[in-house]
C-alpha cells in the first residue's frame, strides 16, 4: 500500500502564493505519475497537473498553466505543487494521487489518494 498525506493548505490573499507537499510512504513508492487534482464545493475533482516521478516530465491544466509549477524530491519521496499569482477561482480542496496510468489528467486511472488539503485564496 502507498499512503499520501498533503499538507501546506491555507488562506491566502488573490495574487499570493503556497506551495503544497506531498509526502508519500509505504511499501515502496514507485508509481509513474504523481497528480495533483482539487474540487471546489459542488464541482467535480479536477486536474491539476502531474509529475512522471522518474523522469520529472511534468503536466499541466490550461488553468493553471504558468502559474503552478510541480516538483519532487525522489530521496524522500515527497511532491510539491507550487502555486502563485493565486486567484479566488482557485480555491478548492486539493489532492495529490499516485498511479501508473499514462492517462496524467483521468481522475479514475490513480491508485492512491491523499485526504487533501484546503485553499481558500481570498480576493
Known amino acids: 500500500q502507498v499512503q499520501l498525506v498533503e499538507s501546506g493548505g491555507g488562506l491566502v490573499q488573490a495574487g499570493g502564493s503556497l506551495r503544497l507537499t506531498c509526502a508519500a510512504s509505504?511499501?515502496?513508492?514507485?508509481?509513474?505519475?504523481m497528480g495533483w487534482f482539487r474540487q471546489a464545493p459542488g464541482k467535480e475533482r479536477e486536474f491539476v497537473g502531474a509529475?512522471?516521478?522518474?523522469?520529472?516530465?511534468?503536466y499541466y491544466a490550461d488553468s493553471v498553466k504558468g502559474r503552478f509549477t510541480i516538483s519532487r524530491d525522489n530521496a524522500q519521496n515527497l511532491g510539491y505543487l507550487h502555486m502563485n499569482s493565486l486567484k479566488p477561482e482557485d480555491t478548492a480542496d486539493y489532492y495529490c494521487?499516485?498511479?501508473?496510468?499514462?492517462?496524467?489528467?483521468?481522475?479514475?486511472?490513480?491508485?492512491?489518494w491523499g485526504q487533501g488539503t484546503q485553499v481558500t485564496v481570498s480576493s
Open positions: 509529475i512522471n516521478w522518474s523522469v520529472g516530465n511534468t
Open positions: 509505504g511499501r515502496t513508492f514507485r508509481r509513474r505519475l
Open positions: 494521487a499516485a498511479g501508473d496510468t499514462y492517462y496524467y489528467t483521468a481522475v479514475e486511472k490513480y491508485d492512491y
